[in-house]
């Protein structure tokens, strides 16, 4: 990597950062796009974020993403924050404005659906009902995205319930909050099932739901990418159902700020999707 003093920056607020994959993916980009610019692991201390959010213009960032445990405080400190940001309660993409100004968005929705319409050409959550289980900050994004691509209905699962009903509560729309013991029987007719939780992660126990109910026809798609097979996808692949694996939805969320900063919209091809897992 060469850099001109005019080159591009942008990099990614966490706290700790060391795991993320964020620079190693938007360097590939780069590289690929031949575009004199840089992203960088930026580890900000929760005290300190605040100060660093004020200095991205003034550093001449052209932005930045922001990860765990930095993504509500983001949303409080956006001069503008979009109306998607906001509905789902954080902001994990900066853009930096001419003016100095900065915009929050939320780049996870887009993921997630990208993902979908990538792994199943023709992908529509209008189809039919789709059952996400969880209630974290990543089912709000996706269940955000279904509503917003026509889903008639979202059965929302969760173990602790009222964590569910703050979602729909939320976001509003055709959300059904179902008891966790009923997970299994909220499959019969559904269209897509998505693990939105930690389960099936490594060194987490795996999502105890029985698929018997679930249509063939269904997709199902676990954001767990940690291990790319999930115990869910195996299971679900088995049955005859199209499965999709949780990496596309990181991979896909990060081209929307590639494009913000750097003026070039990536793609996410094979080659980077195994440049990634490695
Ligand atoms: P994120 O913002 O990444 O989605 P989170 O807010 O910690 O993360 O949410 C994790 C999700 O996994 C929650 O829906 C959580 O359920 P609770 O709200 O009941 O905590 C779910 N989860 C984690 N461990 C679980 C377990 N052992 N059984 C059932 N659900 C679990």
């Given at each position: 990597?060469?850099l001109?003093?005019?080159?591009?920056?942008?990099g990614?607020?966490?706290?700790?950062?060391?795991h993320?994959r964020?620079?190693?993916?938007h360097?590939y980009w780069?590289?690929?796009?031949?575009?004199?610019?840089?992203?960088?692991?930026?580890?900000?201390?929760?005290?300190?974020?605040?100060d660093?959010?004020?200095a991205?213009p003034?550093m001449?960032?052209?932005?930045?993403?922001?990860?765990i445990?930095?993504?509500?405080?983001a949303?409080?400190?956006?001069?503008?924050v979009?109306?998607l940001?906001?509905r789902?309660?954080?902001?994990?993409?900066?853009?930096?404005?001419?003016?100095?100004?900065?915009?929050?968005?939320?780049?996870?929705?887009?993921?997630?659906?990208?993902?979908?319409?990538h792994?199943i050409p023709?992908?529509?959550a209008?189809?039919?009902?789709?059952?996400?289980?969880?209630?974290?900050?990543a089912?709000?994004?996706?269940?955000?995205?279904?509503?917003?691509?026509g889903?008639?209905?979202v059965?929302?699962?969760?173990?602790?319930?009222?964590?569910?009903?703050e979602v729909?509560?939320?976001?509003g729309?055709?959300?059904?909050?179902?008891?966790w013991e009923?997970?299994?029987?909220?499959?019969?007719?559904?269209?897509?099932?998505?693990?939105?939780t930690?389960?099936?992660?490594?060194?987490?126990?795996?999502?105890d739901?029985?698929l018997?109910?679930?249509?063939l026809?269904?997709h199902?798609?676990?954001?767990?990418?940690?291990?790319?097979?999930?115990p869910?996808?195996?299971?679900?692949?088995?049955?005859?159902?199209r499965a999709?694996?949780?990496?596309?939805m990181?991979?896909?969320?990060a081209?929307?700020?590639?494009h913000?900063?750097?003026?070039?919209?990536?793609?996410?091809?094979?080659?980077?999707?195994?440049?990634?897992k490695d």
């Amino acid at each position: 990597m060469i850099l001109s003093g005019k080159a591009k920056l942008a990099g990614v607020l966490g706290w700790p950062v060391g795991h993320s994959r964020s620079p190693r993916l938007h360097g590939y980009w780069l590289e690929q796009h031949h575009i004199d610019g840089a992203y960088v692991p930026l580890a900000v201390r929760p005290e300190d974020f605040a100060d660093v959010f004020h200095a991205l213009p003034r550093m001449g960032f052209a932005g930045a993403n922001v990860t765990i445990p930095h993504k509500e405080k983001a949303l409080a400190l956006a001069d503008h924050v979009e109306p998607l940001a906001r509905r789902i309660g954080a902001v994990n993409t900066l853009v930096v404005r001419e003016n100095g100004s900065i915009d929050g968005r939320n780049t996870d929705a887009f993921g997630f659906l990208e993902n979908m319409r990538h792994a199943i050409p023709g992908f529509k959550a209008a189809t039919g009902p789709a059952v996400v289980i969880g209630a974290g900050g990543a089912s709000r994004a996706v269940v955000a995205a279904l509503l917003d691509d026509g889903v008639p209905e979202v059965r929302l699962i969760n173990r602790t319930r009222h964590r569910a009903e703050e979602v729909a509560a939320a976001l509003g729309g055709a959300i059904e909050v179902i008891a966790w013991e009923e997970r299994a029987d909220a499959l019969a007719g559904a269209a897509l099932l998505v693990n939105t939780t930690s389960l099936g992660m490594t060194g987490q126990p795996p999502l105890d739901l029985a698929l018997d109910a679930l249509p063939l026809e269904a997709h199902v798609n676990d954001i767990v990418y940690v291990p790319l097979e999930t115990p869910l996808l195996a299971e679900a692949r088995q049955r005859g159902h199209r499965a999709v694996d949780g990496l596309g939805m990181l991979l896909h969320q990060a081209r929307a700020g590639f494009h913000a900063w750097f003026g070039v919209m990536p793609s996410v091809t094979e080659d980077f999707r195994r440049f990634v897992k490695d």
